[in-house]
């Protein structure tokens, strides 16, 4: 008799001829995952990912709260995995099962049979079960089919059978790596990490470019935004996070445009920094923590002067959130303490005391011809260094 994890799919199961790969993507990830807790056996059936130990030592809980955080997996449950044999069932929910439904005062017994071949039909192997528990717990718990507080299901299954209390709404979402690669541009607030949070959850593999402005932005802002890379990793999995120097851009910039157009020419630099390593590390889109006016820059024709200089999708998961919102998400997926923590951006060094709201691109153009925009980007281009953060503890 082992514990044993079952993860249901969420999206995948709707999946035709390539669900297999789904599943598969699934499994790499969770295997990745559960390095750290001991040695597994990962596989699927029936619409299920087992997640077995093969050792005493696997730390199943650490196992469980990983799976139901891996994006793909719609619910959790731990089960007992036992022999496909009456006897042994019945002795399994007297016995090493009860302590999972300790706190139930009242139950239902559900019983599914894939195996068609078991001797007993669903109905009485219901009743059988739920005998085993009324007299195991000597009438300290009820049946109740109505509303009960716990269902014990008893799946009996191709290779064994398996006896499970209630399910846990896991993450859902897609299995990370099966809607492309996405380029996040991550700044240290609140709403990028969100933003790759909530495509990685798609199912969207995500590189992370961050822009520093060093000495104007400091060690530690850089650091922080690496506290946020792995925060987001620790959902999205393994992340390249690539940082660029714009100090040099934004110097020139301060000495030769007027204030006004400076965050905006400043941000059309970034996506021209984001095309090219979009390009080189095989991005398919670029994603921003944008939300439609949240500031000056987030105005529809500033965002059109920018997305202008973009050669592939921009994503804009947030676009239609409000601050609070987006403020729920970064609670939820613990990056909002890290977030406000009072480091510099590049944004904010600098910044325009009146910036354009409603640009206009002509005038954004003839302001950029004062700079040689081509060696600008190639300079800044050449200070990329890349970090990898793998989100594991
Ligand atoms: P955030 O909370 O994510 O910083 P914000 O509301 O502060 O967003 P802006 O500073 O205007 O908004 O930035 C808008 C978007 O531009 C960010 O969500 C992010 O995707 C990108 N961005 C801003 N600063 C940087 C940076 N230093 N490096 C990379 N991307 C950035
Ligand atoms: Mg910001």
Do not use: W
């Not at 596989?43 to 730390?59: K, M, R």
């Amino acid at each position: 008799m082992k514990k044993i994890i079952l993860c249901k799919f969420g999206e995948i199961a709707l999946k035709g001829a390539n669900r297999a790969y789904f599943e598969k993507l699934l499994k790499v990830e969770l295997k990745r995952r559960l390095r750290n807790f001991g040695k597994f056996k990962i596989y699927s059936a029936q619409s299920t990912v087992y997640i077995e130990p093969l050792e005493d030592s696997c730390d199943m809980d650490f196992a469980y709260r990983a799976a139901k955080n891996t994006f793909g997996v719609s619910a959790v449950q731990m089960a007992l995995e036992v022999p496909k044999d009456m006897d042994a069932i019945l002795f399994a929910v007297g016995t090493e099962f009860m302590p999972y439904i300790e706190d139930a005062k009242t139950f239902k017994v559900e019983a599914k049979r894939s195996d068609k071949k078991f001797p007993l039909e669903s109905p009485e192997i219901c009743k059988l079960v739920g005998g085993a528990i009324l007299e195991a717990c000597h009438g300290r718990k009820k049946v109740d089919v109505h509303t009960p507080e716990v269902c014990v299901r008893v799946e009996i299954r191709d290779y064994a059978a398996y006896i499970c209390a209630g399910q846990e709404r896991a993450i859902g979402g897609m299995p990370q790596g099966s809607n492309g690669k996405g380029l996040l541009l991550l700044s240290g607030g609140i709403d990028s990490p969100v933003a790759g949070y909530q495509m990685a959850k798609r199912g969207v593999k995500i590189e992370s470019l961050h822009f520093e402005s060093f000495p104007y932005t400091s060690e530690r802002a850089k650091e922080k935004v690496l506290d946020l890379a792995n925060k987001v990793a620790s959902y999205s999995g393994e992340m390249n996070v690539h940082v660029i120097s714009l100090t040099h851009i934004q110097e020139v910039m301060r000495d030769t445009i007027e204030e006004d157009y400076f965050t905006l020419i400043l941000r059309r630099f970034m996506m021209r920094l984001a095309m090219k390593v979009a390009k080189k590390f095989y991005c398919d889109a670029v994603i921003t923590g944008e939300s439609i006016g949240q500031v000056a820059s987030q105005t529809m024709q500033a965002l059109v002067v920018t997305d202008i200089i973009s050669e592939i999708p921009v994503f804009r998961p947030l676009i239609g959130n409000d601050k609070e919102d987006i403020i729920k998400i970064a609670r939820e997926i613990d990056t909002f303490e890290t977030s406000i923590l009072p480091y510099e951006d590049c944004c904010t060094v600098f910044t325009p005391r009146h910036p354009k709201t409603r640009p206009e691109l002509d005038k954004v153009v003839a302001q950029e011809e004062k700079l040689d925009v081509d060696a600008l980007v190639e300079e800044a281009f050449a200070t990329l260094e890349t970090i990898v953060v793998t989100g594991l503890d």
